[in-house]
């Protein structure tokens, strides 16, 4: 295996700069998942079937701040005086620095926010076209 094919399988830390502050934001740790998914289980029915992190800040700035606090380690006081843009650019840090994971494990982790929905009271998502879920090659 190559040096760029494990670079995708284990993406390193992503730089970004923010509030005058240089951050790297690394992948979760297995013992950063039960609070990533504390916050995705209270948040199910906001989310719904899409995904969009600007809308997500506008829209539902308390979960934004939860969620950017637990994808990058950094203090929610701090994250609540980021700008809209800058809190957006460390959320889309946040999800590359993550994007191999989410990317293998789309499917179970959309099949957990049903079950979530499911069990809070909600209706079921809709389902993903098969493009959006294909396997890429």
Request: net charge negative; glycine share 8%.
């Amino acid at each position: 295996m190559s040096k760029d094919e494990l670079q995708a399988l284990f993406p390193g830390p992503v730089p970004v700069s923010v509030a005058g502050r240089d951050l790297e934001v690394g992948p979760l740790t297995l013992g950063e998942l039960p609070a990533l998914l504390a916050v995705l289980r209270e948040s199910a029915t906001s989310l719904g079937a899409g995904f969009d992190p600007v809308a997500l800040v506008v829209e539902h700035p308390d979960l934004a701040i939860r969620l950017i606090a637990v994808l990058t380690r950094q203090d929610a006081d701090w994250l609540k005086g980021l700008s809209l843009d800058e809190a957006a650019a460390l959320l889309v840090a946040a999800i590359e620095a993550n994007e191999s994971f989410f990317v293998r494990n789309g499917r179970a982790l959309v099949a957990a926010m049903q079950r979530a929905v499911m069990a809070a009271g909600g209706l079921p998502l809709p389902a993903s076209s098969s493009a959006d879920t294909a396997s890429p090659t």
